[in-house]
């Protein structure tokens, strides 16, 4: 059972670069997550995803973009990464929105 | 925005003593998670406490949710280096079903 999967684990991009973030789960959960940490500042919600088809912003959606693919999968879109991006981003669901969350291992993003 | 904030930030202690950590707000939670995230890893949760003044053991982790339902505690008896980690608390509203996390206690366990 592998949980919440997310891609790549580690990725290094020029200032003004795009990318894409993928998160996958298995649990067939309604929500879905996106949050990033930094030292000291805990985890911050980017964007979420209460149920299929839906998407609402975090605390800190700028420079974001997100898609609800699917029930399974959810992806963080960075269309001109900054060095502020530089952090670790984790993915995460949950059966429904404020239940107990499942965490990918995240992908430690740096920004040149 | 309701903010959690925990306390102490980094606390670095021997194996074998005991630790209790702090997670407090001037909002009230209609239930609080405890989340432990160990180095290169995602957060687990670890206990949700639901009800004002309850209070939940998982072995030698002990979970407190205050009468007013605004802050907690989590004490751990005879800590042990697998207890190392990063420790996280996080509120749910009332309502809209938001869950806030707080900033974290970073513990170390020395052997």
């Known amino acids: 059972n592998a949980g919440v999967t997310q891609t790549p684990k580690f990725q290094v991009l020029k200032t003004g670069q795009s990318m894409t973030l993928q998160c996958a789960q298995d649990?067939?959960?309604?929500?879905m997550y996106w949050y990033r940490q930094d030292p000291g500042m805990g985890l911050r919600l980017i964007y979420y995803s209460a149920s299929e088809g839906t998407t609402d912003k975090g605390e800190v959606p700028n420079g974001y973009n997100v898609s609800r693919l699917n029930k399974r999968e959810f992806s963080l879109r960075l269309e001109s990464a900054a060095p502020s991006q530089t952090s670790v981003y984790f993915c995460a669901s949950s059966v429904w929105r404020g239940y107990e969350q499942y965490f990918g291992p995240g992908t430690r993003l740096t920004v040149t | 925005t309701q903010l959690l904030e925990q306390s102490p930030q980094f606390l670095s202690i021997q194996e074998g003593e005991n630790l209790t950590v702090y997670c407090n707000s001037s909002s009230v939670f209609s239930s609080l998670q405890w989340y432990r995230q160990e180095p290169g890893e995602g957060p687990v949760l670890l206990v949700t406490?639901?009800?004002?003044?309850e209070v939940k053991k998982l072995k030698r982790l002990t979970f407190q949710f205050g009468d007013a339902r605004k802050d907690s505690s989590l004490h751990i008896t005879a800590a042990q280096p697998g207890d190392t980690g990063l420790y996280l608390c996080a509120g749910k509203d009332f309502g809209n079903e938001k869950l806030t996390f707080g900033t974290g206690t970073r513990l170390t366990i020395i052997p």
């Open positions: 649990m067939n959960h309604n929500s």
């Open positions: 406490v639901v009800t004002g003044g």
